[in-house]
């Protein structure tokens, strides 16, 4: 199973103010180890790095990040995320931008989505999509 990986699961992981030991957290670490493939893109680096402070913290994730498969969307993707945005808004969920492309993109690569994010859970009574979910 190949995973993309929201920035909720990476925000916990890195966190160094405490110690996360959740389901998602777990999942990832397994991944990193080498049982599963993890992929990102650059939306998901963007939000890391804007919660992180200083130049050494930033060069740190940049280099960390440089060794995952890396995603590009394409127009297609972006095409496709407003019909995802749009599916669940008519279904009565609000699906933010960046989540909606996450969740194009892990329709398009077959890829199982890993996130705390609640908001997927509601999102995927209304698009067909992997969702991690814990066992």
Excluded: Y
């Excluded at 993890?38 to 913290?57: I, M, N, R, S, Y």
């Excluded at 609000?94 to 996130?115: N, Y």
Aim: a negative charge; glycine letters at 6%; one cysteine or more.
């Amino acid at each position: 199973m190949s995973l993309l990986v929201d920035t909720s699961v990476w925000s916990l992981a890195l966190r160094r103010d405490a110690v996360h030991n959740g389901p998602e957290v777990a999942a990832l670490r397994d991944a990193l180890l080498g049982a599963n493939q993890v992929f990102t893109t650059g939306l998901v680096l963007q939000e890391l790095l804007q919660g992180f402070a200083g130049p050494k913290a930033r060069d740190e994730l940049v280099e960390r990040f440089g060794a995952l498969a890396f995603l590009v969307p394409d127009r297609e993707d972006h095409i496709e995320a407003a019909e995802v945005r749009n599916l669940c808004r008519r279904g009565g969920v609000q699906v933010g931008t960046i989540d909606a492309l996450l969740i194009q993109l892990s329709r398009r690569h077959d890829l199982v989505l890993l996130s705390t994010d609640k908001d997927f859970q509601s999102a995927a009574k209304h698009v067909e999509f992997r969702l991690w979910t814990a066992r």
